[in-house]
């Protein structure tokens, strides 16, 4: 029966013209089969297992050959017999493949080319991006005398196999400008071409090139391209998008390109810097290739979920850059199309695991990277301390009776007796939902010790709201502090010195303390302020400054306790800025108020308290209890005189401490408890006291360790003070020598200079210039790697060690798996994708079309290259030539086939619409940065400045103000940063500059392979009509007048040559006098429409007139929007 319907279906098929098969060249499997299986099959029977259907898998030979229920679906030699031809040729719909819910449909002749590949027995090829390139023999080639190099034989034979021929070569003119554009970015200067054009060298166009490869501007145009690679921008993504400075990375880039550093080693620095035997200060900076991730820093996000992301980004983009692999779609399945599975792709991330960098808003780990003033700066204040440290050296006889003195002095106060103290007596623990919630609440024990907080009874309200940051918020009982989470409190009113909180008690109270909690974000706005208790009729009963110098500010996400010395009862609490010059706009910003009084005795009744007296002091005690919980330890203290005591504390994890209610300590941290990490000096009454700690568990175990250490003594000098004078050896007497010398009175003076000298250090230091950079985790803190289902960070699968996918080449033995064994594994002699994706970009770049025109995918889903053998010489070439990147380039632009003109010519533009031939040289628009160079540079104003920071040319108004609710100002540069290339624009990543963005320049939020190159009305409205473009109009207008000539027609002719490197044609000198007649006339008509487009912004040059200006700006702006200006031809 099944032979019996297959006939019919072959007979039907062949009605269908399914029958009549190719005749010629036979069936390529990687060209003319793998594509169409991987397009209309692989999603369903692929290396996806998970997605795998029917069983069947089609991507190996293995599982087509394979039999299912007794049937393979192909029979090597037979179609009829093949389940997968009964299937692509059924009438019924039910039965045919692809399904129609699937979108696809295989042609006619496509099914003609599996028939006849089962026919030739169905064989299978490695996807051919997946094996090696070999240098392939140089094709014979009819007309040698065209030939320049290697690159022509393979076009030229493929030219001469179809019967065409090459175009013919490009005048000079065309030449410099094309080459200048290509290797620079930049169009050539008028000397340059006529230099070129007269030069009668026989080797003039070779000596151009290295000219133009040796200067600057070629680091610049190509470290744009790897930019777009890099993802580099000068933010840090997502909704906020705040700022980041990492143009270090940017400079590095520049520098690498012009000092022709090899591939090989480009690529180790950049992946694996760090990892480097004694790595330099540049090697280091080279690693930012990969801190150009995003970080998140908007609150309520999850640090771990988006350093996660991070990891993958740089996994993604690795392979991406410099595999040409979609790897990114391996983590949440296996890939589809390529092979590469899930486990594989995390055993590569894992690899990525294990550096420093978080989710954090500070970046860090940061490399400072001082300028050689700033090193020689530093080191001058350096040699100054230590001459004044040496001063501090000195032995004189009065040194020496005041430090006996004050031993004397300090062995007196140590023989007063110490404090008496009580048993500790712990109660809880007490559960919290999380550890954050855990610090802040305060639990019974704290209520009875610190008092009840009013303030959430209270009514808030304050001087002016802005951002939704209502009064209110300030006593809502959440701690956060993230403005996003919409927990804090804003003002904003610029007429307003003085912004103000207050809460009204919803009943007088005693006041003992105020604690205040600053935001997260911009906490320094909470600095020079003051807080007050006022009485029922708003009366002063007590008021206080704090940080009035307007230096330090209460620390995010830790209560700032201020106690209240009230004489009477608080109606009213309230807090205000101080004016203070130097703060640029005042805002009040509170993430809570508490406002505590005491509580009464009812509650004590409530809370047990355990009896701990095997606690001795100067030990660790471990405190049982669960995570995100809290256990309090009291105790009476009970001081036979008043005076200052040093408390030593310890704690797992965080610790508040109260004496009498008044808060001493309150840190907020993860740690195991140890001995003396805390110190804290207390006040003292004569008589008793009590001591209530507080300790914060967030996870594993908890404990706390105390100490009274009297004296205000370092730990390291007291043992010392007690040995008696005689007996001490050489390095004690040294050391307590040194410490009294820290606070005599007599060396105050030099201790001044030296604090002087430390803060001249700590200023040129803070304004060292740092970048982000990548450091491996020691070897005590690496990551345990986990497969995550699904992708879902928090769904753990099994831990993965680090490895390499199978389906590629082996490492190389001894290759570490680390970021260090990825780079070698890259550029391993027989990795097949490396040396092509490189030699393939740089190509494009050129041609303006790749070998391979799916640069970013060489895997199954990418296309198949237009000319394979030229992509494998110049990939041999290249990883055999020492990877030189400028001999690469040279060998391309020295070849017959660049140097073509573009002139389209009849005959070939029918057979080969799209140049994939290259019959004829290249055409086509230039990239955003260039656009706008070349007009800068055409009208003179270009700067020539080159690294440094991004600058901020011109663009319309108010658009990171709206995008960011005026957190932040386009400052536009002024001076010469105005005019600087378009590579140093600030790129922020949410709010790209509009120009180039309408010019297909890329958000960098992701590595970007390939521009999309479109042409849009949008594009001629910048050119046309943005402030830029008409500044650059109105310059180049006075550089025609004053360089141009006396006339003029000879202006005219100027600005041709200029502006289009090419001799003037009468017909093209003709429209242009005519379009500058016209609008000199109209002009004149309307001298105020001449003001407003020159002599409003630009002075008139002597010896001209206000309406000829206006007209040669128009011209000029007409010149830079030809058609010939904005494409390479």
Not at 117 to 132: K, T, V
Not at 141 to 156: E, Y
Not at 411 to 418: E, T
């Amino acid at each position: 029966m099944r032979n019996g319907l297959l006939s019919l279906i072959i007979g039907f098929a062949g009605s269908l013209g399914f029958g009549q098969l190719a005749v010629g060249t036979a069936v390529d499997f990687n060209r003319d089969i793998r594509p169409v299986l991987s397009r209309n099959c692989f999603a369903c029977h692929g290396p996806d297992e998970k997605a795998r259907k029917a069983d069947l898998r089609l991507d190996i030979r293995e599982g087509a050959l394979a039999e299912r229920k007794g049937v393979p679906a192909v029979v090597p030699g037979d179609r009829g017999e093949s389940e997968l031809f009964a299937r692509i040729t059924a009438t019924d719909s039910d039965d045919r493949m692809p399904p129609e819910e699937s979108g696809h449909e295989l042609t006619l002749a496509e099914i003609d080319k599996i028939a006849e590949w089962i026919d030739e027995g169905a064989p299978y090829d490695r996807h051919w991006a997946f094996m090696p390139p070999s240098r392939p023999g140089l094709p014979r080639v009819g007309d040698r005398s065209w030939v320049k190099n290697g690159i022509d034989h393979f076009i030229l034979s493929g030219l001469e196999a179809t019967g065409d021929r090459p175009s013919e070569t490009a005048d000079r003119y065309t030449l410099i400008r094309r080459l200048s554009l290509d290797m620079t970015g930049l169009p050539p200067a008028p000397a340059e071409v006529e230099a070129f054009v007269n030069d009668k060298r026989p080797n003039a166009y070779e000596l151009l090139v290295d000219d133009l490869l040796s200067r600057p501007a070629y680091g610049e145009r190509w470290a744009r391209v790897w930019l777009d690679l890099a993802r580099y921008a000068d933010s840090a993504g997502y909704g906020s998008d705040p700022l980041r400075v990492i143009w270090k990375y940017r400079d590095w880039v520049i520098n690498a390109f012009n000092q022709n550093m090899p591939y090989d080693r480009f690529t180790i620095e950049q992946l694996a810097g760090d990892l480097l035997p004694e790595p330099s200060r540049d090697q280091l900076l080279a690693t930012a290739f990969h801190r150009n991730t995003k970080t998140n820093t908007e609150g309520g996000t999850d640090d771990e979920e988006f350093r996660v992301e991070a990891v993958r980004d740089r996994v993604d983009t690795t392979m991406q850059v410099w595999m040409g692999l979609t790897m990114g779609c391996a983590k949440c399945h296996s890939h589809k199309y390529d092979p590469i599975t899930q486990t594989e792709y995390y055993q590569f991330y894992a690899m990525f695991n294990q550096t420093e960098d978080a989710d954090r808003g500070n970046d860090s780990p940061r490399l400072p990277y001082p300028t050689e003033e700033e090193t020689r700066r530093l080191a001058v204040i350096d040699d100054e301390i230590k001459g004044l440290q040496a001063k501090l050296d000195v032995h004189t006889p009065a040194l020496a009776k005041g430090q006996r003195e004050w031993e004397l002095k300090s062995l007196r106060d140590l023989a007063k007796p110490k404090p008496e103290l009580t048993t500790w007596e712990m109660t809880g623990p007490f559960a919290a939902d999380d550890f954050d919630s855990a610090f802040v609440t305060a639990f019974s024990p704290e209520r009875l010790a610190v008092g009840e907080n009013v303030a959430l009874h209270g009514k808030a309200r304050q001087s002016s709201t802005s951002n939704d940051g209502v009064a209110k918020l300030a006593i809502d009982g959440n701690f956060s502090g993230r403005f996003k989470d919409k927990t804090v409190t804003h003002t904003r009113n610029p007429d307003d010195k003085s912004p103000w909180w207050e809460v009204a008690l919803a009943e007088s109270a005693d006041v003992t303390q105020v604690v205040i909690w600053n935001r997260a974000e911009a906490p320094e706005r909470l600095s020079a302020f003051r807080v007050l208790a006022l009485d029922a009729e708003r009366k002063p009963l007590f008021e206080k400054d704090l940080f009035a110098d307007g230096k330090g500010s209460p620390k995010p996400n830790e209560g700032f306790a201020v106690p209240v010395e009230a004489d009477g009862k608080v109606s009213v609490v309230r807090i205000e800025l101080l004016p203070l010059d130097s703060r640029k706009e005042p805002i009040l910003s509170l993430a809570e108020v508490q406002v505590f009084t005491r509580s009464g005795a009812e509650e004590a009744a409530e809370i047990q308290w355990a009896s701990k007296p095997d606690w001795n002091d100067g030990e660790v005690h471990a405190l049982e209890s669960g995570d995100n919980s809290v256990v309090y330890l009291r105790r009476k203290v009970n001081a036979v005189i008043a005076g200052t005591q040093q408390l030593s504390l310890g704690s797992g994890d965080g610790i508040k401490a109260w004496i009498n209610g008044r808060e001493v300590l309150s840190k907020k941290t993860k740690r195991a408890a140890k001995a003396g990490q805390e110190t804290v000096s207390v006040n003292l009454p004569k008589g008793e006291s009590e001591l209530l700690l507080k300790i914060v568990n967030n996870d594993k175990k908890s404990g706390f360790y105390f100490a009274v250490r009297g004296v205000d003594f370092p730990e390291d000098i007291l043992p010392v003070l007690l040995i008696d004078e005689a007996k001490r050896t050489t390095p004690q007497s040294e050391k307590i020598a040194a410490h009294y010398r820290t606070f005599a009175k007599e060396l105050e003076p030099v201790r001044k200079s030296i604090e002087a000298k430390r803060k001249q250090h700590k200023k040129v230091n803070d304004s060292i210039v740092t970048t982000p950079y990548m450091l491996e985790l020691a070897k005590a803190k690496r990551r345990d790697t986990y497969l995550m289902v699904k992708g879902n960070f928090l769904s753990r699968g099994n831990v993965v060690k680090a490895g390499f996918p199978a389906s590629f080449h082996s490492p190389a033995k001894g290759t570490p798996h680390n970021r260090m064994g990825v780079a070698r594994w890259l550029l391993q002699p027989d990795n097949p994708l490396t040396a092509r994706v490189a030699v393939n970009r740089f190509w494009a770049q050129l041609f303006g079309r790749g070998l391979l025109d799916t640069e970013e995918d060489f895997g199954t889903q990418g296309n198949i290259p237009d000319h394979p053998e030229l992509l494998d010489w110049l990939a041999v070439e290249f990883r055999d030539g020492a990877w030189d990147v400028k001999q690469l380039l040279k060998t391309m632009v020295l070849s017959a086939t660049y140097r073509q003109s573009a002139k389209v010519r009849g005959s070939l533009a029918k057979r080969d619409p799209r140049n994939i031939g290259l019959g004829r040289g290249p055409r086509f628009r230039l990239e955003a940065e260039m656009v706008r160079d070349q007009a800068l540079a055409l009208s003179g104003l270009q700067s020539v400045k080159m690294h440094g920071p991004s600058v901020y040319p011109p663009q319309p108004p108010n658009l990171w103000q709206a995008a960011f609710n005026g957190q932040r100002n386009w400052a536009t540069s002024k001076g010469e940063d105005r005019y600087r290339r378009g590579f140093y624009t600030f790129l922020r990543r949410t709010v790209p500059y509009p120009s180039m963005a309408t010019f297909d320049a890329p958000s960098r939020e992701i590595c970007t392979v390939r521009r999309i190159r479109t042409n849009t009305p949008l594009q001629s409205f910048v050119t046309l009509n943005d402030e830029v473009y008409v500044e650059f109009a109105q310059a180049l207008a006075h550089r025609i007048f004053a360089e141009g000539g006396d006339s003029t027609a000879d202006r005219l002719k100027f600005a041709l040559r200029l502006t289009l490197a090419k001799p003037v044609e009468a017909s093209g000198l003709a429209a242009l006098t005519e379009l500058f007649n016209g609008e000199l006339a109209h002009f004149r008509n309307e001298p105020g429409a001449a003001k407003e487009l020159f002599g409003k912004t630009v002075p008139v040059p002597d010896g001209a007139e206000l309406p000829e200006m206006a007209a040669l700006t128009v011209v000029a702006n007409v010149l830079l929007n030809l058609d010939a200006l904005l494409m390479k031809g």
